[in-house]
């Protein structure tokens, strides 16, 4: 009989897969937060940072397991950081508190965590919205693609507010599930998150000396409109990609408007 003792792999505990921490950034999302977090379900921790929500968004996270942290909005790209940096695990997938993984991106998260990942610095995901009553398969909306599975030692959250992102120079490879996006609860607040992130997008520029003359008003809103409306083929949208690829020239010519308004100030406060 043989001894166990002789066995070099005898008393070796088998080995166990890599942990993830999902981080969540809120705000006065009670309405959505349960979904997103049920769908990390996948997930060894939750971490939901909450910019002193007004309604139950914190004690919904609580009750789904979460660990809350209170803190001051101080913009997108920080608020994000300082999920990730409060994280115990190194792989973290991020995920903002309209978004959804679907049951496909679950089932591929699992193989590779299950796998020890790779020896990459993260894993993009195709992201589908649904807006006006539709899921929207063409045009500029889709498959844009985030970078949201990541090894958090390898890169760190970069971009300008409010179009952050996760920023890494080692290799990236793709996931085909889609993370499943709700933007939107109706084309109103469409409309004013499209002024706020213009407001927004315009003083960031402006901050990092950023300047726009009569082409970037001109020029730039058409070809916005004909690289989602053709070129992506919003057109197979119907009516909705004709309104989408609208909407997305309104927010280029809002957000280089307002910097050129900035522009003139700064020069008018110059000369005097």
């Known amino acids: ?31 959505r937060i349960a979904d997103c977090l049920s769908s990390l379900d996948i997930c060894d921790e939750i971490i ?9 968004t914190r004690d919904i996270a609580i009750a789904a397991g979460a660990r809350v942290i209170e803190r001051d909005w101080p913009g997108h790209r920080e608020q994000k950081q300082f999920a990730v940096d409060q994280a115990t695990h190194d792989w973290v997938l991020c995920l903002d508190a309209d978004e959804r993984l679907s049951e496909e991106l679950k089932r591929e998260i699992v193989a590779i965590r299950d796998g020890g990942f790779s020896d990459v610095g993260g894993w993009s995901m195709p992201r589908l919205s649904h807006h006006l009553g539709a899921w929207i398969r063409y045009g500029s909306w889709y498959p844009n693609r985030q970078l949201r599975l990541f090894d958090r030692r390898r890169g760190c959250w970069g971009g300008v507010n409010p179009h952050d992102r996760w920023e890494t120079d080692a290799p990236v490879l793709q996931l085909r599930g889609d993370l499943l996006h709700f933007p939107y609860r109706d084309f109103d607040e469409h409309l004013r998150t499209l002024d706020r992130y213009s407001t927004i997008s315009a003083g960031r520029l402006f901050e990092l000396g950023g300047k726009a003359g009569p082409a970037d008003i001109i020029i730039r809103p058409p070809l916005r409109f004909l690289r989602g409306f053709l070129l992506k083929r919003g057109f197979l949208l119907g009516w909705r990609g004709l309104v989408l690829a609208i909407l997305d020239a309104r927010s280029v010519r809002l957000k280089y408007t307002r910097l050129r308004a900035l522009n003139r100030q700064r020069k008018r406060a110059g000369q005097g």
């Open 48 to 56: 939901v940072v909450d910019a002193h929500s007004s309604d139950d």
């Open 1 to 31: 009989m043989d001894n166990p003792s002789s066995d070099p792999g005898a008393g070796t505990p088998p080995s166990r897969s890599p942990g993830i921490s999902a981080c969540v950034i809120a705000m006065d999302e009670a309405d």
